[in-house]
Structure formats: structure tokens, C-alpha cells
Nanobody
Framework: QVQLVDTGGGSVQAGGSLRLSCAAS????????IGWFRQTPGSEREGVAT????????YYADSVKGRFTVSLDNTKRSLYLQMNNLKPEDTAMYYC??????????????????WGQGTQVTVSS
């Protein structure tokens, strides 16, 4: 029933910027964890940036701190990832994801229960 539709991926040159969007629907929870994960071929999905709506706390992977910003428009139920100063190492399939169970720790980047279909980000040098 929960649906996450992520869009906004594309191809950019190193140093450029890109903004990903995720349209979320099918839930009524007001406090939950939602964010972005990414995966490259041959690698496991890894957490990029998450936000816990109950407190507004955000969490970032060390590799993207200072460059990426995650935000949520709770009224529109839209999640965003502003990516600045992109590097070739950021090339990956990016997924919007959400977790609603009470014992989920948003800072641990464990695999959430719901996922978007993914949007490809390619950064060239």
C-alpha cells in the first residue's frame, strides 16, 4: 500500500548539482524514517541520507556530508535530496526508502521496509 516514487536522476559532470525527489503515499504515520540509499553493480545498498520526522534529525554518510542535503515537505509528502559538488564516486542507482516500525533507528541505515523503484545518477569526469 505504501508507494514511493523517486525521480530526478540524470547525467551531470563532476562538480555539478542534481536534485532528487520522492513522492510518498499510502501511510498515515507522522513519525517515521525516510531517506535515500544507493547501490552500484556488485555492491550492497548503502545509506546516503535519512531524516526522522519525529525529531527532524538528519543523518548522512561520511562520504556525502557537506555536499548532500535531505529534506521533507511533510504536507506534500515529498522527500528531496539536493546533491552538490557531485563526484564520479557518487554514480549509482539512488532509492527512496521508508521505515515505519517503532524500533527502527534512523541513524543506523538498516534496510527499510519500503522502497522506490530507483533513479540513476551518473557523474562524469
Amino acid at each position: 500500500q505504501v508507494q514511493l516514487v523517486d525521480t530526478g536522476g540524470g547525467s551531470v559532470q563532476a562538480g555539478g548539482s542534481l536534485r532528487l525527489s520522492c513522492a510518498a503515499s499510502g501511510y498515515t504515520d507522522s513519525a517515521y524514517c525516510i531517506g535515500w540509499f544507493r547501490q552500484t553493480p556488485g555492491s550492497e545498498r548503502e545509506g546516503v541520507a535519512t531524516i526522522y520526522t519525529g525529531s527532524g534529525d538528519t543523518y548522512y554518510a561520511d562520504s556525502v556530508k557537506g555536499r548532500f542535503t535531505v529534506s521533507l515537505d511533510n504536507t506534500k509528502r515529498s522527500l528531496y535530496l539536493q546533491m552538490n559538488n557531485l563526484k564520479p564516486e557518487d554514480t549509482a542507482m539512488y532509492y527512496c526508502a521508508a521505515a515505519f516500525y517503532t524500533d527502527y533507528d534512523c541513524s543506523l541505515f538498516a534496510a527499510p521496509g519500503y522502497w522506490g523503484q530507483g533513479t540513476q545518477v551518473t557523474v562524469s569526469s
